[in-house]
């Protein structure tokens, strides 16, 4: 309490309080001058709410040494409220094929049409059922700043092993602001910075990251710009992981990139396992070409969705605004299936064709 007292007192402003009816009240209030309490003005006030306790969590290096990583999809019951039992079943397909990581509520696990309880949540039951076997990264990131601390706080309570977090969108920044906004969240644990100025509108330039990764909780980059970037940064000893399906064999074998953070592993992660660890593989990157066009033809994660109902692994339920790819590009994932092999995708069902009729497309969860 004699904390409390000390910051919110008024004992050193010159504010009085006047009594109704008072003659001199417009007089005096002429004269008031009102200042602040101490928090109100105290730039370091709120402290981050970490812990240096050891916790069931990996260090940074852990986080560096990462090369295969998925986006995890989320997956819905026809309600539209997370569908655990084949989210479990998803994360369990991963492991069975070699995936270190998973990044848990990204863009392509819709983290972006979930509230932060839901998101949260999802983060920690990822943890509680498969911390022990590989790698929990949380997407807390955001384009408040101040949510973005709250969930990255919350994040590493529930045990993620590390977090990813985007520049601010729509409302953008400065260059300084985007140091200031990710040095915010970096003094709480491992951290990677997510580059995708195709959906952020703004890139996050090789200034920022080299100043930022004077923190030693940085644990690298997801760069999306290409791999002449990613060159510059592997030249200087920054840890990066291509974003990019298409690129990212290249980016491995050829630009010094750690490895993949990849949507296509949802559906394949044997074959990107493959692209990844065992050499440089032109003929197997040429033959995956033509799924990973078709997937990227609408934004991410609208041809996962569809496909891996399509699969039979999750129910066809959308959450709105995402809506399932047309007849046509249904009927060609099937052929794609086909061309590279069912056995090559994840779970057992045959590949079939759905019709309009068969999703569920949700506004209200």
């Known amino acids: 309490m004699a904390t409390l007292k000390s910051y919110c007192s008024f004992k050193d402003s010159t ?4 009594r109704p009816g008072s003659a001199d009240n417009y007089k005096s209030r ?8 101490r928090a109100a003005v105290l730039p370091n006030f709120h402290l981050p709410m970490r812990s240096y306790e050891i916790k069931n969590r990996t260090n940074v290096d852990d986080i560096k040494s990462l090369r295969f990583v998925t986006a995890i999809k989320t997956p819905y019951l026809p309600d539209g409220r997370f569908d655990l039992e084949a989210y479990d079943s998803l994360v369990n397909m991963q492991i069975a094929n070699g995936v270190e990581a998973v990044i848990v509520g990204g ?5 972006q049409l979930m509230s932060w309880d839901e998101h949260i949540m999802l983060i920690g ?3 509680n059922c498969f911390g022990g076997t590989l790698k929990v990264i949380g997407n807390t990131g955001s384009n408040s700043t101040r949510e973005a601390i709250h969930a990255t706080e919350q994040g590493f309570a529930v045990g993620m092993h590390a977090a990813l977090h985007i520049n601010p969108y729509y409302g953008k920044t400065s260059l300084e602001g985007l140091v ?4 915010s969240v970096l003094s709480m644990g491992p951290t990677i910075i997510y580059n995708v100025p195709s959906r952020t509108s703004q890139d996050i330039p090789p200034g920022v990251i080299h100043t930022i990764a004077q923190s030693t909780n940085l644990a690298g980059v997801k760069e999306c710009v290409g791999n002449d970037r990613i060159k510059q940064y592997t030249d200087n000893g920054i840890i990066v992981w291509s974003g990019n399906d298409d690129e990212c ?3 491995r074998w050829g630009y010094g990139a750690n490895g993949v953070i990849s949507v296509a592993s949802n559906l394949i992660p044997g074959l990107m396992r493959q692209l990844m660890f065992e050499e440089k593989n032109v003929p197997l990157n040429s033959k995956l070409m033509p799924l990973i066009e078709w997937l990227f033809e609408e934004p991410n994660p609208i041809a996962l969705n569809t496909a891996l109902a399509q699969l039979g692994v999750v129910r066809p339920v959308f959450r709105l ?3 399932p790819l047309p007849m046509a590009k249904r009927v060609e994932f099937v052929k794609l299936v086909k061309e590279l092999g069912r056995e090559n995708f994840i779970g057992d069902k045959d590949v079939q064709v759905l019709e309009d009729d068969d999703f569920i497309l949700v506004g209200r969860y």
């Not at 863009?107 to 983290?111: A, F, K, M, V, W």
Request: glycine share 6%.
């Open 249 to 251: 064999h290249d980016a």
């Open 125 to 127: 039951h990822t943890v």
């Open 15 to 18: 504010f009085s309080l006047l």
């Open 321 to 323: 605004p995402y809506v």
């Open 107 to 111: 863009t392509t696990g819709e983290g």
């Open 180 to 183: 200031a906004h990710f040095e």
């Open 30 to 37: 002429r004269n008031v001058t009102w200042r602040s309490p």
